[in-house]
């Protein structure tokens, strides 16, 4: 069980030097908040006193995640139930809240749906970046953190890749809204009034060590670890592993596990960095993983050596859209946000186990 004593929970004194400047924040607000990494970035960007506004549509979300915020902050999080396809309603929000700058995470999130409803994914990924961007900048944002991916490198020869590997075609729809998204983003910032960070994820997992949130979609989840503790909860039958016969040491794909605690951080020191001008450029761009490639079996192996338990799983074939394997270099975010990952992949299992659990109590 966590314990509130543990000291990865807490910053280092380092960052603790450098969130003092984030008292000079004054509002943010945080698109996709009910989502997954919105949800923790809020409790991070609270933490450092910051006042958050949140918007989701609630399409894969429930607003009562934020309780689970509020009882980790003991602060309120003021809500929109708002479609950022909505220009109308967008606009409105942000002229009432007027925030200092916006982290914009709603987003569809999924590599196999995304190649069965294209459309939609470039209908919704595209049409609420553009409005929010344009709202933001109308309203006087200073600040624009983007929800990117590793997926916009598309399948790289060779990994580590940095901020400077050159982009491949997109393996998915999903990736080709994020390679778009970056690039209407490049296109616009210099007319916004805004600075811009694009923070390039590469796989988000694990949930706060509190137990208190975690990954709750209400669609099914796609996502290997979501997709690991559900089938160690009974919820599935068994895993599949998509293919066992691509070009890696186990024969299936090599990922970078990064814990959604660690990220959440890194959105509070991408948004100091812009708001507090240490920026010389209009964009900057980061990769956030921790920089070890894990093999989907690898990953299935940490489960069972975190929790003691066995995991039913069968090999099925390749899924469509995926890329052979890639991991990252992040030493620009370590250098320039001052960003220092603090969890593994058996930490990830651990909290991601721990939320399933806990999530199924009631
Ligand atoms: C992709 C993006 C990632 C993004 C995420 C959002 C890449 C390289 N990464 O992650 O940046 O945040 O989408 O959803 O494009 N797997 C199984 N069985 C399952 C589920 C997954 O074997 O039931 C395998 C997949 O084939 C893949 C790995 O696990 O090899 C990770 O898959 P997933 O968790 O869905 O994330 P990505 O598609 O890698």
Known sequence: MFDLRDIRFFRTAKYSIIASNFTQIMKILVTGGTGYIGSHTIVDLQTHGIEVISADNGINSEASVLEGVEALTHKK?????????????????????KPDGVIHFAALKAVGESMEIPLEYFRNNLLSL??????????GCKAFVFSSSCTVYGNVE????????????AASAYGRTKQMGETIIMDAIAKTGMKAALLRYFNPAGAHPSGLIGESPRQTPQNLVPVITETAIGKRASLQVFGNDYPTRDGSCIRDFVHVCDLAAAHTLAM?????????????????????????????????S???MKLNYSITARREGDVVAIYSDYTKAQKVLNWNPKYNIEDIMKTAWQWEVNRNKN
Do not use: W
Request: aromatic fraction near 6%; charge should be negative; glycine fraction near 6%.
């Open 77 to 97: 999080v003021k809500h929109y139930n708002i479609d950022l396809c909505d220009s109308a309603a967008t606009r409105k929000m942000f002229e009432a809240e």
């Open 130 to 139: 553009i409005n929010t961007m344009d709202a933001a900048a109308q309203n």
């Open 158 to 169: 060779k990994s580590p890749v940095t901020e400077d590997t050159p982009l491949q075609p």
């Open 272 to 304: 100091d960095y812009l708001i507090n001008n240490r920026s010389e450029d209009l964009i900057s761009i980061f990769n956030l993983g921790i920089g070890q490639g894990v093999t989907v079996l690898e990953a299935i192996a940490a489960f069972e």
């Open 306 to 308: 975190t929790t003691g």
